[in-house]
């Protein structure tokens, strides 16, 4: 009963002597010291109210700029601290108007999210499907051209490009949202141009259409950035079109064709956008090429112009890579 009565006694003592202040940001901490480095003795929430020593309140306006931290105290009555920006004194007088009003600072400590939420809220909702659409460069891990009769005095090989487009589904097992099936389908372009002997002029388009299962495993996630490999084995079909020419006008343009099996593996960086339905992701894609005979759909017209001994596009096995750029969205 005493210890009850001593401490209505200390709270009718300390607002005799005292004033009033606002908590202004969202959390802040009363410390036994005047420095933020010293303990923190009791976490304040924004809107909450304590007394702080009279001699803040004895002038007519709010001179406290030059003080980072006001003196108050805490529940068993010893000397503590906050800091002058987390706290608004009342006044209750003229003087409120005459105050800049520290609202309007950021507050850092306030790690609630802004309403109205995003549309995406939370950031690992259980998306059921996944789609991925990219374009790339292409680095083949081997030049490849048509046996020509005549001798190769230069070579261009051009840059080449990738078009690929996924499609997943989320594995029914998986409870983390990481885990995809799916396929996916690309589209790769290389042309080059040669010049041969006895003034010959060849150019060459080497194209593949791939299409294959697929799987993603989102195996590192933080904050709004992932790491994402993607493994597929795709049915390639490589349609290879060469036209030679001569100074004298003759000219033929013909294909060559194959099917291949080979895997794939890509190793993506994906960033989430909060603000929009689309990510953004960037990586490294490597293909294994198995060695192939690409034969011709046609036969030749002019016999002088092609190897008819080894009339074929020989491919050996390859790793060829690609660099990626695309987007991603989960619905």
Excluded at 102 to 116: A, F, G, K, Q
Aim: charged content about 20%; overall charge positive; glycine content about 6%.
């Amino acid at each position: 009963m005493k210890s009850v009565l001593f401490l209505i006694l200390n709270i009718l003592c300390l607002k005799a002597i005292s004033g009033e202040g606002i908590i202004l940001k969202y959390n802040t901490f009363l410390y036994n010291r005047a420095d933020q480095s010293s303990k923190k003795v009791k976490l304040l929430r924004k809107g909450q109210k304590i007394f702080l020593h009279d001699k803040y309140f004895h002038h007519k306006r709010n001179d406290l700029s030059n003080l980072e931290f006001l003196e108050t105290v805490d529940q068993n009555g010893n000397n503590v601290f906050i800091k002058r920006n987390d706290i608004k004194l009342i006044y209750n007088d003229s003087r409120e108007e005459e105050i800049a009003n520290n609202e309007s600072l950021i507050d850092n400590s306030d790690y609630r999210s802004p309403e109205p939420l995003s549309p995406r809220f939370p950031f690992y909702l259980q998306e059921n499907y996944r789609g991925m659409f990219n374009l790339g460069y292409y680095s083949n891990g081997n030049i490849t051209k048509y046996n020509y009769l005549q001798n190769t005095i230069k070579e261009n090989i051009g840059l080449g490009g990738t078009v690929e487009f996924s499609v997943f589904k989320r594995a029914n097992w998986d409870t983390e949202n990481r885990f995809f099936i799916g396929g996916t389908f690309s589209f790769t372009s290389i042309p080059s141009r040669y010049q041969l002997s006895s003034n010959f002029l060849s150019t060459e388009l080497n194209t593949t259409f791939q299409f294959g299962p697929s799987v993603s495993y989102d195996f590192f996630r933080k904050n709004h950035h992932y790491f994402t490999v993607i493994g597929t084995l795709a049915l390639n079909y490589h349609k290879y079109f060469v036209n030679i020419e001569n100074l004298a006008g003759a000219f033929e343009e013909r294909k060559f064709s194959s099917f291949t099996i080979s895997p794939t593996i890509s190793f993506l960086w994906q960033k989430m956008v909060t603000t929009s339905e689309f990510n953004f992701f960037t990586g490294i894609k490597t293909q294994l090429t198995p060695s192939h005979n690409l034969t011709p759909s046609n036969p030749p017209v002019s016999f002088n112009l092609w190897n008819s001994s080894n009339d074929n596009v020989q491919v050996k096995t390859s790793l060829a890579w690609s660099i990626v750029i695309g987007i991603s969205n989960h619905f």
